[in-house]
């Protein structure tokens, strides 16, 4: 064979492997779907923090806890901080009468991991619901999660920064 026509069936090879790579790919996944509100930039939740105990709802796993804070209009989960570093993040609120509700979406700065966070609080109660996706060019994974919260001691807050 001369080397013209190896050339084309190497390039015709490899333009068909990247096709069917291509085609066992996922398609994307949509994040958690956030209901929509009159969402204003967080600040109803500042100075306070919640300790959530939560599972993954796909296999009913325990989560480990986690404490959500919030201050200065911004949020931060304390697992994630530890698995990630995602820091803090915006965060948004509505009220409807005597709840209040909150979402804020973080991304870990060194990885493809994304949490959406949506939750509401009446008095001292949380409830918790969001996803964590991680997107990759090969395989997307994604989690469900939910959980309870109450009251964090303040020394548990995560450090502000």
Do not use: N
């Not at 956030?34 to 796909?58: C, H, I, M, N, Y």
């Not at 803090?88 to 979402?103: K, L, M, N, V």
């Not at 395989?139 to 964090?152: E, F, H, K, M, V």
Request: aromatic letters at 12%; charged letters at 15%; proline letters at 5%.
């Amino acid at each position: 064979m001369t080397p013209i026509l190896q050339f084309v069936a190497v390039g015709l090879l490899t333009l068909g492997a990247g096709a069917s790579a291509v085609s066992v790919m996922q398609s994307d996944m949509p994040d958690f779907a956030v209901p929509t509100g009159a969402w204003e930039a967080g600040s109803l939740l500042d100075d306070r923090a919640f300790s959530v105990t939560g599972r993954v709802v796909e296999s009913g796993e325990a989560l480990p806890e986690t404490i959500l804070t919030f201050a200065e209009g911004r949020f931060q989960s304390s697992r994630c901080q530890v698995y990630c570093a995602f820091g803090w993040q915006a965060y948004q609120t509505w009220r409807e009468g005597d709840i209040t509700h909150f979402t804020a979406t973080t991304r870990c700065p060194d990885a493809p991991h994304t949490v959406v966070w949506y939750g509401t609080v009446t008095g001292d109660e949380m409830q918790v619901a969001g996803t964590w996706t991680t997107r990759r060019w090969y395989w997307s994974r994604q989690i469900t999660l939910d959980g309870t919260g109450t009251p964090a001691d303040p020394a548990s807050m995560a450090t502000r920064g």
